[in-house]
């Protein structure tokens, strides 16, 4: 008989090029594990409702009434739910032509790009444009439409940081353009280096890369620093200069760990440099409902916003976004609601504010467990998480734990990450699915375990750690930076 279409030989090549780390080969052995009844601490993904963190009260109010509008006829409905998440619930069914089962317009709901809008000026100082906000079924779909939208083939390159989250390796491999690395320096705290931007184009175009684009992650996935503002200056006028797209993955931007490097978009530097560049440089921003203290990884919102991008290219973005017909309308108003949450006097107000600050604080405090859990392990070395949700320790491996993963047919990192898993349950994601420096081997962990659980999930990370080492040591050289 002969193949058909669908037989993995005749696949685009494309897909199976595609690769992403995050839902790998550890994800799917520790899934096997996990129904074979071993308990699995699933680390490998930003997932924070699955991990143990409590939905907060008053969005999930809002959407019950919206999924339910029947329940606002209720005469009892102001003894179960409080006046302002009724009325908030009246208000964005009052957007819908039919409620939540009703497609919207693609770009999404008027009156929640305008919440969007309101929130970016309140938070930059200077106005938004409804016009050219797109909400979409979380940041992932936003950045693989853009992404669609800049690479027309093999010879586009998109400036990548390494290590990266993989949906921007995966995405453009899927697409069929070119990944063009520039490598965080892990000494400086995962700091960006204009020299290596410089370089890594440089030897991208002596290869015939045309460079259109630059992937900026803010705060850093999975390597959790915070860009200052002097660095994101110096991005700003680079792309300027090299007359690149700049993509502003700004999905963790309430996720922040510490005082000394508070979060600033891209887009409020751009604006505060002012023209030549606030006009010229061309800027496309990404956020979520999925990350920060929300954790709503399964409603799927987000929005990308766009900067100095010409009406016909955002009539081209609208065509293509039209083919899906429209974002999901749950999803929708869970970003109108992070946007424009309860405000003082808001009979819901303190406790969203309770719940919030209380889940910042927390995370707050496991980031600095974790970080300090992984140094006080042997050969392992970790840069405190200033914000996100992942800590990116590295694995000074020995010469012979690597020609063990040699022997096994596996990357050093990933040998290292299945015998942690088998041995302890904890799933991770191993450092070469992010990219990293040849001979330098890390993993990548969320710190999203309960803070009640955290000292006992480090303990076990610590003594299966310490036996491996003490297993292949001999005392010779290591992986290292």
Known sequence: MSSKSLDYENLNENVKKCQYAVRGELYLRASELQKEGKKIIFTNVGNPHALGQKPLTFPRQVIALCQAPFLLDDPNVGLVFPADAVARAKYYLSMTSGGLGAYSDSRGLP????????????????????????????ASKGVMQILNTIIR??????????PQYPLYSATISLLGGSLVPYYLEETANWGLDIGNLRQSVTQARSQGITVRAMVIINPGNPTGQCLSEANLKEVLKFCYENNLVLLGDEVYQQNIYQDERPFISARKVLMDMGPPMSKEVQLVSFHTVSKGYWGECGQRGGYFEMTNISPQTVEEIYKVA??????????????????????????????????????????????????????????VVCNFTEGAMYSFPQIRLPPKAIEAAKRAGKVADVFYCLKLLEATGISTVPGSGFGQKEGVFHLRTTILPAEEDMPAIMASFKTFNDEFMAQYEDNGSYSRM
């Not at 969007?116 to 079924?137: K, M, Q």
């Not at 309770?354 to 995370?363: F, Y």
């Open 111 to 138: 009156g929640i790009r305008k919440e969007v809008a309101e929130f970016i000026e309140r938070r930059d100082g200077y106005p938004s444009n409804p016009e050219l906000i797109f909400l979409t079924d979380g």
């Open 153 to 162: 083939g093999a010879r586009d390159g998109i400036l990548v940081p390494v």
């Open 322 to 379: 039209s083919i899906s017909l429209s974002p999901n309308v749950p999803g929708q108003i869970f970003m109108g609601l992070m946007v424009s949450p309860p405000k003082p006097g808001d009979i819901s107000y303190e406790r969203y504010v309770r719940e919030s600050n209380g889940i910042l604080e927390s995370l707050r405090r496991r980031a600095r467990i974790m970080t300090d859990g992984f140094n006080s392990c042997r050969n």
